[in-house]
């Protein structure tokens, strides 16, 4: 009977012994032995020193994924963080129907991103597409959304911001019901605007919103993966080749998995790095 | 003049609203105009037709895939609700040696980049023989760490009395989990539930990467091969079609839980 209920605990968090085990553990350390090696799956595999470690130092495309990458990053970020903290503060003002557009500005968000980009890949068109329709319309000039090499990146960044902005308005609206109400009343007594109002008070007050924001967004960046492979396939001239678009085309389209896993490996390290960077930024500010 | 600020403030906001549903009506919109009106399409097509639906499934297995989708995404639900609650209670209300260790590796695991396991875990699957297999699907969505973790904490604030209680009255620990706490936690259960579900729903990587076999491909999978492979011919309506079937089952289930599934996604955002 004792023995029981010393075992049962370990009875229950067994599932997650295993499923760390197998799926968790035993990866990481795979992926670590396989980047010293070549291996198509099929043939054995073949040891191959610090080749892979070479390859990846000296591949201009893996560098410039990680660049694009980044450009997402620096476009997207900023960008959700001013759309969704401008309707956020305006939401949360007393209007009628705010669960109307709350729910309106929500519904991106629950859609697949596979919905998503078909949509936007049509409304990118460049001689049909809505965007450029309406651009002609008011008697602009066309813009090459998806095939001008410097504006598809931009162009992803703006459809997935489009996409995820809903969830960081929600977010945004928890953060600023934490604020005192008592704050904005003493601030209107000494007679301060609306836009004082939300620099003194709102803004410092949000801040631990915003830096969860932003870790999430980077995250959630780093993945970037099915909008470039449906839109683009990475082009025009890779300038939309993603880091795990690269990976995913040399792990699973060329069957390199040394090679894949070593890309895997060091974007992983970046990644962890940016997040650890960002983490003792916050810590520090606050 | 107060009133025409009103008025044009709540015009303001109707339009940046529309701006988000309006691209999802010109899809639907799309979907049942024929070919040539779509590049001119704004409203309302002249005439509507059917055509896209009927070529795209001659084309494509969706409803296969819609019920892959179904199997796929309940059961892992199901298996990350009953394990998520099992291993959240062992972490929250049993007392053993490595208790704090496991937490601490849960908590680690979560900050720990996929991109790092995907080639490894994809060989793993090869290994068991599980490519083109739902397991691949399933089982390795089947513990995850976010779960383990909101139902800890969940089952922390579920006092301590009540667990006792049951236990005189005879309860075996299962049924503490299932008949004592998860009645109790229905908040976690629904948070969990959605996020689990939305998230293996939409999942689009991991099965590009272990299925092969058509019949077995769930609905974001199959619906992105179509729009990027040949088949869809370069026509837009089809594609369209495809998206429309892919967003209706959760855009329905949304305009009936809206309210849950805001709130779900908002709490596991800020526990995340």
Redesign the interface.
């Known amino acids: 009977m004792i023995n029981r209920k010393?075992i049962?605990?370990?009875l229950?968090?067994s599932?997650?012994?295993l499923?760390?085990l197998?799926?968790?553990s035993?990866?990481?350390a795979?992926?670590i032995i396989?980047t010293f090696h070549k291996w198509n799956?099929i043939s054995p595999m073949e040891y191959s020193g610090i080749s892979n470690y070479i390859q990846l130092f000296n591949d201009k495309t893996f560098f410039k994924s990680i660049g694009n990458t980044l450009i997402f990053l620096v476009i997207h970020i900023p960008l959700q963080i001013t759309i969704a903290l401008f309707?956020a503060e305006?939401l949360n003002q007393k209007?009628?129907l705010r669960?109307?557009?709350?729910?309106?500005?929500?519904?991106?968000?629950?859609?697949?991103?596979?919905?998503v980009t078909?949509?936007?890949?049509?409304?990118y068109?460049f001689?049909?597409g809505?965007l450029n329709?309406i651009f002609t319309g008011i008697g602009l000039d066309k813009i090459g959304w998806l095939i001008d090499p410097k504006i598809a990146m931009p162009s992803i960044a703006l459809m997935a911001t489009?996409k995820n902005v809903?969830?960081y308005i929600?977010?945004f609206l928890?953060g600023l019901q934490t604020v005192p109400p008592q704050f904005y009343e003493a601030a209107d007594l000494e007679g301060a605007s609306h836009l004082q109002k939300f620099f003194k008070i709102t803004l410092p007050m949000i801040n631990p919103t915003i830096f969860?924001v932003v870790i999430?967004s980077t995250?959630g960046g780093?993945?970037l993966?099915?909008e470039p492979?449906?839109m683009t396939?990475g082009g025009p001239l890779n300038s939309t080749v993603s880091?795990?678009l690269y990976?995913?085309k040399q792990?699973?389209f060329y069957y390199h998995?040394g090679y894949?896993?070593t890309l895997?490996?060091f974007?992983?390290l970046i990644?962890?790095a940016v997040?650890v960077i960002q983490k003792k930024f916050i810590e520090t500010e606050n | 003049m107060k009133k025409l600020k009103t008025i044009l403030f709540y015009f303001a906001l109707a339009v940046s609203a529309l701006l988000f549903v309006y691209p999802f009506y010109w899809m639907l919109m799309g979907s049942f105009a024929p070919e040539n009106e779509i590049g001119s399409l704004t409203f309302l097509p002249n005439s509507v037709t059917l055509s896209s639906y009927s070529q795209m499934l001659d084309k494509i297995p969706i409803g296969g895939a819609f019920i892959n989708s179904i199997i796929v995404a309940s059961s892992i639900t199901i298996g990350v609700l009953i394990f998520g609650s099992m291993i959240g209670y062992a972490l929250s209300k049993l007392q053993f040696r490595g208790r704090d260790l496991i937490f601490y590796i849960i908590i680690f695991t979560m900050t720990l980049p996929f991109q790092i396991t995907l080639i490894p875990q994809y060989i793993i699957m090869v290994k068991l023989g599980w490519i083109d297999t739902y397991l691949a699907l399933i089982v390795p969505y089947l513990i995850n760490a976010l779960s383990i973790i909101m139902f800890r904490q969940y089952f922390k604030s579920i006092p301590d009395s009540l667990i006792d209680a049951a236990r005189i009255d005879g309860c075996n620990e299962m049924q503490i989990i299932f008949r004592i706490l998860w009645p109790n936690s229905l908040p976690a259960i629904i948070t969990i539930g959605i996020i689990t579900f939305m998230a293996s729903w939409n999942e689009v990587l991991w099965p590009l990467i272990v299925i092969r076999d058509e019949s077995l491909m769930t609905m974001p999978q199959l619906v992105t091969l179509f729009a990027v492979g040949g088949r869809a011919e370069s026509q837009l309506g089809v594609k369209l079609a495809s998206a429309v079937m892919l967003a209706l089952p959760i855009v329905v289930a949304y305009l009936f839980f809206q309210k849950y599934f805001i709130q779900s996604m908002a709490s596991a955002g800020i526990k995340e």
Do not use: C, E, N
């Not at chain 1, 669960?99 to 919905?115: C, D, E, K, Y």
């Not at chain 1, 078909?118 to 409304?123: D, E, G, P, T």
């Open positions: 010393k049962l605990p370990y229950l968090v599932p997650y012994i499923h760390f197998l799926f968790v035993f990866p990481v795979f992926s396989l799956i309707l305006i209007i009628k669960g109307v557009f709350r729910g309106a500005f929500f519904l991106p968000v629950i859609v697949s991103g596979v919905v078909i949509l936007w890949q049509q409304l068109g001689d049909t809505l329709r489009w809903g969830l929600v977010l928890v969860m999430l995250i780093f993945s993966f099915i492979y449906i396939g880091a795990v990976i995913y792990g699973f998995m894949a896993a895997g490996l974007f992983a990644i962890l997040v």
